[in-house]
T-cell receptor
Framework: TQLLEQSPQFLSIQEGENLTVYCNSSSVFSSLQWYRQEPGEGPVLLVTVVTGGEVKKLKRLTFQFGDARKDSSLHITAAQPGDTGLYLCALNRDNYGQNFVFGPGTRLSVLP | ETGVTQSPTHLIKTRGQQVTLRCSSQSGHNTVSWYQQALGQGPQFIFQYYREEENGRGNFPPRFSGLQFPNYSSELNVNALELDDSALYLC????????????FGSGTRLTVV
């Protein structure tokens, strides 16, 4: 069974459009992280959220952790070709350290 | 600060062989985790090492084993390679604590033929 789901699986948009991708789980986790991965590279950490309902902004990216700490969304405003990549959410099953479960990712393509 | 470095970058092995992958953690990090990422999928947790001891393991068989050294570098060993072991193997280092994220290396692409 899939512990963590991400949607959509694929997304192709034009430069300048807005988009939202989602991460959902049936279990509660201590923290959640979003990563972006480019081909041939390891994932790069974008944000960590710990508190239910928490919202964090990173330039044009807005991250929200659900109140029940089981889901999250990533919203990108005015997408640019440099935003292209695989967006992974990861939920931490450990209350003290790190034991992250990764979702399958959303593959985003922003066309110029 | 130095990032996480992995070696080799690419490797081709024959089914049944053994392989050792290496990782140097980011300076100051005391925890190292290994993940397997099959093509088109998210990373799957193999195991984590903290203070040179295994500190958590995913759903991988015992032929996947590891080591962490006093300088926090690490090895992943896989015995009796199978075709399904073909994947990108990622090493990630971090500090302990739920507020800390991983710093990943670029990975080792293993192909088993």
């Amino acid at each position: 069974t899939q512990l963590l789901e991400q949607s959509p699986q694929f997304l192709s948009i034009q430069e300048g459009e807005n988009l939202t991708v989602y991460c959902n789980s049936s279990s509660v986790f201590s923290s959640l992280q979003w990563y972006r991965q480019e081909p041939g590279e390891g994932p790069v950490l974008l944000v960590t959220v710990v508190t239910g309902g928490e919202v964090k902004k990173l330039k044009r990216l807005t991250f929200q952790f659900g109140d029940a700490r089981k889901d999250s969304s990533l919203h990108i405003t005015a997408a640019q070709p440099g935003d292209t990549g695989l967006y992974l959410c990861a939920l931490n099953r450990d209350n003290y350290g790190q034991n992250f479960v990764f979702g399958p990712g959303t593959r985003l393509s922003v066309l110029p | 600060e130095t990032g996480v470095t992995q070696s080799p970058t690419h490797l081709i092995k024959t089914r049944g062989q053994q392989v050792t992958l290496r990782c140097s953690s980011q300076s100051g990090h005391n925890t190292v985790s290994w993940y397997q990422q099959a093509l088109g999928q998210g990373p799957q947790f193999i195991f984590q090492y903290y203070r040179e001891e295994e500190n958590g393991r995913g759903n991988f068989p015992p032929r996947f084993s590891g080591l962490q050294f006093p300088n926090y570098s690490s090895e992943l060993n896989v015995n009796a390679l199978e075709l399904d072991d073909s994947a990108l193997y990622l090493c990630a280092s971090s500090l302990v604590g739920i507020n800390y994220g991983y710093t990943f290396g670029s990975g080792t692409r293993l192909t088993v033929v």
